[in-house]
């Protein structure tokens, strides 16, 4: 982990496997969305108040790729980390690993920030835009 990746830790349920009892593949993106706002809750950010600020941020594209499964009870780490940052954009890498450090998938997220009431693009707001130029 670099010094600006982020890392949530979060557990393998019932509820995220399918019937082969391994992780079912979109659930790998919740765990990546849950670290993304985990990161914004950690710079002090809640969706909750963004929305209040008539903004959002959304996912305009996603592409990942899977290396292993997760199974019930697995241990994992999610990372976040910002590799390109615009005014009203930013895309971030992610990876999933189990604890004991093996890849089970990773993503490249381009995520849009846009007005509440309109889905518009506009900028972030300048604090936050200047927090993530520390990640690049």
């Given at each position: 982990m670099?010094?600006?990746e982020f890392s949530w830790p979060c557990r393998v349920y019932y509820e995220d496997t399918d019937a082969g009892g391994v992780v079912y593949y979109v659930n790998y993106l919740k765990f990546m969305e849950r670290a993304r706002t985990e990161r914004l809750r950690a710079l002090g950010y809640s969706q909750h108040q963004l929305?209040?600020?008539?903004?959002l941020f959304v996912v305009h594209s996603a592409q990942t790729r899977y290396h292993a499964p997760a199974r019930l009870d697995d241990e994992l780490q999610v990372?976040?980390?910002v590799v390109k940052l615009g005014?009203?954009?930013l895309e971030f890498s992610q990876q999933v690993r189990r604890s004991d450090g093996l890849l089970l998938c990773?993503?490249?997220f381009t995520i849009a920030c846009v007005a509440a009431d309109s889905f518009k693009p506009v900028a972030m707001p300048a604090a936050l835009h200047t927090i993530f130029q520390y990640d690049l």
């Open positions: 670099t010094k600006t929305a209040a600020e008539n903004l990372t976040a980390r005014k009203a954009r990773e993503g490249q």
